[in-house]
């Protein structure tokens, strides 16, 4: 879905349109537990959509914690 990530800028493409996003903001987060009991530190971004201006969010990273 992260179409590039390169030098700070993230893009992603619109869920309904498939316009390019710009991104508004990013926050990690600690998922569920698995069954081993081990979590994901998720960093989520949200997006605004230039074409449709809907917002939309978009799991950038995931790493176990």
Known sequence: MITE???GNVMANCPKCGAEGTLRKSWKMAGRPDKA???MQ???GLFDCAN???SFRVVLSKQKI
Do not use: M, N, T, V
């Open 5 to 7: 990530s390169y030098g």
């Open 37 to 39: 009991g081990k979590r």
């Open 42 to 44: 998720l960093e989520i």
């Open 52 to 54: 449709c201006k809907k």
